[in-house]
Nanobody, 115 residues
Framework: QVQLVESGGGLVQLGGSLRLSCAASVNMFNNVTMSWYRRPPGKQLELVATITTSGGTTIADSVKGRFTISRDNTKKTVYLQMNSLKAEDTAVYYC?????????WGQGTQVTVYS
């Protein structure tokens, strides 16, 4: 059974940075396109960033220029570097396989941006 474990969240001041990690116990991880998602308080889940098996990335317009997604296939880990954080980035962040065939969701990691 695939397990996704997100970490790295926390309290951060406006304009600060955080680096999230997602460890995935996935066979053939290097063959899986992965995404980061987030669920802001009271809102629906939204796609933040995607990284393909070849390292190509797609970033949501709302975070473009501030967030970067990367992966380390040897560690079966996906990262989300978040810079210049805004209040609207406050959310629970999750990683999962891109697309509709999701793995079982992890617990996520809370990011709270304060002024």
């Amino acid at each position: 059974q695939v397990q996704l474990v997100e970490s790295g969240g926390g309290l951060v001041q406006l304009g600060g940075s955080l680096r999230l990690s997602c460890a995935a116990s996935v066979n053939m991880f290097n063959n899986v396109t992965m995404s980061w998602y987030r669920r802001p308080p009271g809102k629906q889940l939204e796609l933040v960033a995607t990284i393909t098996t070849s390292g190509g990335t797609t970033i949501a317009d709302s975070v473009k220029g501030r967030f970067t997604i990367s992966r380390d296939n040897t560690k079966k880990t996906v990262y989300l570097q978040m810079n210049s954080l805004k209040a609207e980035d406050t959310a629970v962040y999750y990683c999962n396989r891109a697309g509709s065939e999701s793995f079982i969701w992890g617990q996520g990691t809370q990011v709270t941006v304060y002024s």
